[in-house]
């Protein structure tokens, strides 16, 4: 069973509010995304706010974030985790939809980070919160593509984290709505071993496409070093 907080080097995150928990692929987003010269970020899907903490600690004073969560706990746990942390003053939390937050019609984002519902037809739980978190009948891949069309400012980049099945679903959708897949980065269990997830980013304009690979552990269980570097800054382990 999760522990009710995550305590990172420079802040905190409570989680007992909210279905999904920090786990290392949420982790590895928040480290590994390209933030370089963003001054407006978009966190969708925000949970504990724990993405926001992470761009918001590798951005400038004058970055700012908005993080929107439809679930009202962890809209209100991300909101106190927020205010608890250095960066209050520069993340705004929205404790709504994404789509009553598209009708408020927000400036551009130079950046649009998500780790979406993905479940598209499996079997629910007894959990209301979790189903909320995990299927896609809150946010379809759709919805959240016609978004970035629109509010993604003409440079920026969209950084979604998605198992590499969904993920593969997710891209194809992207390209038919005018989007590039600019880098791929697979997140590994073991060096060559099983594929865990994928952080897709696109951008509108074309791009060349990259790939990397990120295994978390070596066969002795150990953190691999390019894990540990990446997180450096934020797991206190490291």
């Given at each position: 069973m999760a522990n009710d907080y995550f305590q990172f080097k420079q802040f905190l995150i409570k989680q007992d509010q909210c279905a999904m928990k920090v786990c290392t692929?949420?982790?590895?987003?928040?480290?590994s995304v390209d933030v370089?010269?963003?001054?407006?970020?978009?966190?969708?899907?925000?949970?504990?706010?724990?993405?926001?903490?992470?761009?918001?600690?590798?951005?400038?004073?004058?970055t700012q974030i908005e993080?929107?969560?439809?679930?009202?706990?962890?809209?209100q746990q991300a909101k106190s985790n927020i205010e608890r942390s250095p960066w209050a003053s520069r993340i705004t939390s929205h404790?709504?939809?994404?789509?009553?937050?598209q009708e408020t019609k927000p400036?551009?984002?130079?950046?649009?980070?998500?780790?979406?519902?993905f479940f598209q037809a499996s079997l629910k739980s007894a959990d209301t919160a979790k189903n909320v978190a995990k299927h896609t009948e809150t946010l379809s891949f759709t919805e959240l593509l016609q978004f970035a069309q629109q509010f993604l400012a003409p440079d920026g980049k969209l950084h979604?984290?998605?198992?590499?099945?969904?993920?593969?679903?997710?891209?194809?959708?992207?390209?038919?709505?005018?989007?590039?897949?600019?880098?791929?980065?697979?997140?590994?269990?073991?060096?060559?071993g099983?594929?865990?997830?994928?952080?897709?980013?696109?951008?509108?304009?074309?791009?060349?496409l990259t790939q990397s690979r990120l295994p978390v552990r070596e066969?002795?269980?150990a953190y691999t070093a390019t894990f540990q570097e990446l997180l450096r800054e934020y797991y206190l382990i490291f």
């Open positions: 692929d949420s982790c590895v987003l928040g480290a370089t010269d963003a001054k407006r970020i978009l966190d969708i899907g925000a949970g504990t706010g724990l993405l926001s903490l992470m761009v918001a600690q590798r951005t400038p004073e004058g993080a929107v969560e439809i679930d009202q706990a962890a809209a404790a709504q939809s994404l789509q009553a937050f400036a551009p984002f130079d950046v649009i980070i998500s780790n979406p519902p979604i984290l998605l198992p590499p099945h969904e993920a593969k679903v997710l891209e194809k959708e992207a390209h038919q709505l005018g989007f590039h897949t600019q880098h791929i980065l697979w997140l590994e269990a073991t060096p060559g099983k594929l865990l997830r994928a952080i897709h980013s696109y951008t509108k304009a074309p791009a060349p066969k002795d269980n």
